[in-house]
């Protein structure tokens, strides 16, 4: 509803190996894209999902001038931070640089069970990330999305079981990094869209 320029919808994440190529607007991500929570949103906590954008500038001053007049930006990144509330061994994998998940099958005396080593190494495992709204500023049943092509996940990850009725959940954060293959300089850490009208039939 109107003013449709104010979105109060949570996001769902999803995840891919680096590489993967955006879904369009109004398509469900499928293929490849896996939800970042089994129950997408629902493992979300209420905080729910952050995009920051920070920069750098350093400013100049000549002998002539109180005041700065010109300015270079020497840093720029973007964050994605979500705290997920979902402890299977997939998601927590997920957070733990792609760790490979053994499973066990029951037997007789035997429980089944799956598993994965903690040690994540020198190698940062890179993916793809796309956070999806079901809502656009520009009207009704529209969607806006932000495409990650290479993204590595870099959260301080901590669990807290106090056994006062509070879920455990992992702390997400992915850092974009630049890609190379990008189409141009100005898509190398990210593209935002936001759909404007749905496809003509």
């Known amino acids: 509803m109107q003013p449709f320029e104010l979105i109060m919808s949570p996001a769902d994440v999803y995840v891919a190996l680096e590489g993967e190529t955006p879904p369009a607007i109004d398509a469900v991500p ?119 092509p290479k993204v590595v996940e870099n959260g301080a990850i901590s669990m807290a079981f106090d056994g006062e009725g509070s879920v455990a959940g992992l702390a997400m954060k992915y850092v974009a990094l630049e890609d190379p293959n990008a189409a141009s300089e100005a898509e190398r850490t990210f593209i935002v869209t936001a759909q404007t009208a749905p496809a003509l039939p």
């Open 30 to 148: 499928g293929g490849n894209w896996v939800s970042l929570g089994i129950a997408g949103k629902r493992n979300q906590a209420p905080a729910g999902v952050k995009i920051a954008h920070t920069d750098t500038l350093k400013f100049a001053k000549t002998a002539g001038s109180t005041g700065n007049v010109k300015a270079a930006r020497t840093d720029e990144e973007t964050t994605i931070e979500a705290l997920i509330e979902d402890l299977t061994l997939e998601t927590y994998a997920r957070a733990m640089n792609l760790a490979g998940i053994r499973e066990v099958a029951a037997a007789t005396g035997v429980a089944g069970y799956k598993s994965f080593g903690g040690k994540q190494g020198y190698d940062v495992q890179a993916f793809s990330l796309l956070v999806r709204v079901p809502a656009s500023p520009y009207g009704d049943g529209l969607n806006m999305q932000w495409y990650f």
